[in-house]
């Protein structure tokens, strides 16, 4: 059939689209352009891929399912302390460092999953700003627990984590990520979790079993939280249960809002300008959240459905454009 | 065949219906009319699953709709329309029919003629299918939430309020409508407040007051009810 034969082309397209960027990026590394610069750069890019994994996980649940979750750094605290605890035990065996980084992603996603579910299950009876409170309220559960447990350090840091989020990895990890969430949100499932923002008694009306859904969706992006968390643990190699305060959740429904709920596009665009952001005002860190506040105040007045609204850049769409002039954008896939 | 018997709801210390126990027979329809707050959204949240009875039965032919989901219904041909037009506001109307057949398997449905069937009988939905829900009038919602009810090719479809804050031209669009439903040969319960016209199209109808089910019989004799005529007619 002619639709999916497009959507073959589609991803084909993007997948080289995604080769070349990432091509341009290790040329730029490793040409020495930027050099002495060229490990600081690459850190921070390390630090968009999880950011950027982090935000589209939480716009999963807000932009999607129309849910507030201001407890997402907690699933990110489960999935690096769960990460870290494990690659700690293995790094004497000998395992070789990708398939060590590849456990420690998937023992992050899933020790997150699991308690995304056990929290989801009660809490999604709530909505709204209930919801909200009760993740908050989440959150600082797992962080006052993290700094009572002595596996986790206790209150002090734990460090010697082995390092093993290379820029290269955390991008194709970012790649498949953002791409799963993407035909999560295309695909039956993500179209139902739709019509459950839009109306949940229609939807149970028309047949969806509203609770079902809304679990599952919890615990997908609980599990993309987790495997964030496993990175960031993993490329910071030392933290601290304080790190993945409320402030932290705040930060990435900042980056969701601006960005544009409902929109993964929007989500990658907030989180690279808000992760170089801090990096780009070293000299005035101050005043930072001021300007935090300053950007979502505006985008409030001006653009409420964030910068990007619902809208999804589709690289075959924007190439169709650009040689047929006439043919109008079929509409693309994974946008990176 | 519906059938509930001694349902008592409550919200919290609020006691809102009281043993009420009504009966849908295949064919039928039936009105359920009262004023605001008496109970009447309370009874068809409770037969739906969206809320929970405190005591009482209720059936649907063999199956025990205390114990049924409110999502697994519709496989049963039981459709509920809510109140106040729940629609997917931000879908097209051709994906709010879609919607409709959810619960549908791909290979056993046609989802075409269905929609073909929805189309002939609401032609406007047909002139704005490209359109986002929200943007349709209120009478035109109203035809959406029934279309899409009807997508899922019920047996019985649970209405509530379909009149509400229309206007009389559109009123009596909705209940020719509600007639053509069961034409086709859908059983209808019918909640309303628009007392005069639910009781015109019925063929029995209950009246609650206060969460108890005070009158009920044929519509025909209801409509000769002092009570009624008093308290709901204006008359």
Redesign the interface.
Known sequence: MNKIQNKKWAYIINFIGICILFSLLMILFNSGILGTSTNYVKGILTTACYTIIMVASLNLLTGFMGEFSLGHAGFMSVGAYSSAIITNMLVDKGIPDIILFVIALIVGGFAAAITGTLVGIPALRLRGDYLAIVTIAFAEIIRVAFTNFAITGGGRTMSGITKLSKFSWCFWVMVICVTFMYMYVRSRFGR?V??IR??Y??????????TFYKVLTFTISAFFAGVAGAMYAHYMTAMIPTNFSFMYSAEFLTEVIIGGTGSLTGSIMGAIFLSALPELMRDFSNYRMLAYSVVLLLVMIFKPSGIFGTYEFSLTGALSRLFHKKEKGKGGAADE | MLSIKDLNVSYGAVHAIHNASLEVKDGEIVSLIGANGAGKTTILHTV?G?KDAKSGTMTYDDLDLCTT???????YGI????EGR??????TVMENLE??A??KKKDKYDMGKNIEKVFERFPRLKERYKQLAGTLSGGEQQML?MG??LM?EPKILLLDEPSMGLSPILVKEIFSIIKYCHEIGITILLVEQNAKMALSIADRAYVLETGNITISGKASDLFEDDRIRKAYLGQ
């Open positions: 139902t739709i019509a839009e109306d008694i229609a939807s149970a009306a028309s047949g969806i079993n509203v | 739906t969206l989901d409110a999502s697994k219904l519709i496989k459709c509920h329309v809510p729940h629609i997917f506001r931000d879908m919607m409709g959810y619960s939430a899409r009810a899922g």
